[in-house]
């Protein structure tokens, strides 16, 4: 089983839609857990972070479910600038080191 | 503020030759310091970390070496490229005991 699990998509929705993602991580020991957000042949880029109690910035939300192991992003009113893949990120076991999921690739249509 | 540089961005190199990739960042001191690759419509595989001068980890095994010669440069090289090293390379730092990571722009190696 992977350390970081999600559906590689893609995800095709019309402008305006939510749409939302989940992805599962091995590791029960995990501590931290991001979103990071990845343009097509660009580097990632932090989208946010996830606390326990879960978070919003503006249109999305991120929350987190220790007990099934997984966390989630939910996009709300979605923009065509929001098409790209977006990357689950979880603390390894060892220390701080950081495992990234494959990815989940979104395509928001006109 | 801190900066992350990241060169060559781009390069087309035949099987055998040899590679350098560097990697440097601006504004911090004693930053952990990664080299990534991402192989087409794959995820980030971690290949080194570095958390201070001459300090390297290596988590897969291959024909690839990192170096950390000063605090805040680090540079991935291969003595023979195999056709399996194409890829996007991407160094990332991040402060000692912090998580996020911030990317380079990344280096896109295609191995003819």
């Known amino acids: 089983r992977k350390e970081v699990e999600q559906d590689p998509g893609p995800f095709n929705v019309p402008e305006g839609a939510t749409v939302a993602f989940n992805c599962t991580y091995s590791?029960?020991?995990?501590?931290?857990f991001f979103w990071y957000r990845q343009d097509c042949r660009k580097e990632p880029k932090l989208l946010m972070s996830?606390?326990?109690s879960g978070n919003e910035d503006g249109r999305f939300t991120a929350q987190l479910n220790r007990a099934s192991q997984y966390i989630s992003l939910l996009i709300r009113d979605s923009k065509l600038s929001d098409s790209a893949t977006y990357l689950c990120?979880?603390?390894?076991?060892?220390?701080?080191?950081?495992?990234f999921g494959g990815g989940t690739r979104l395509m928001v249509k006109p | 503020s801190q900066t992350i540089h990241q060169w060559p961005a781009t390069l087309v190199q035949p099987v055998g030759s040899p590679l350098s990739l560097e990697c440097t960042v601006e504004?911090?001191?004693?930053?952990?310091l990664y080299w990534y690759r991402q192989a087409a419509g794959r995820g980030l595989q971690l290949l080194f970390y570095?958390?201070?001068?001459?300090?390297i980890s290596s988590e897969v095994p291959q024909n690839l070496s990192a170096s950390r010669p000063q605090d805040r440069q680090f540079i991935l090289s291969s003595k023979k490229l195999l056709l399996s090293d194409s890829g996007f390379y991407l160094c990332?730092?991040?402060?000692?005991?912090?998580?996020?990571?911030?990317f380079g722009a990344g280096s896109r190696l295609t191995v003819l």
């Open positions: 990332a730092w991040n402060a000692a005991g912090a998580n996020v990571l911030t």
């Open positions: 590791n029960s020991a995990s501590q931290s």
């Open positions: 996830v606390y326990s």
């Open positions: 990120v979880v603390n390894s076991n060892a220390g701080n080191m950081l495992t």
């Open positions: 504004g911090t001191s004693n930053p952990n």
């Open positions: 570095s958390v201070g001068i001459g300090q």
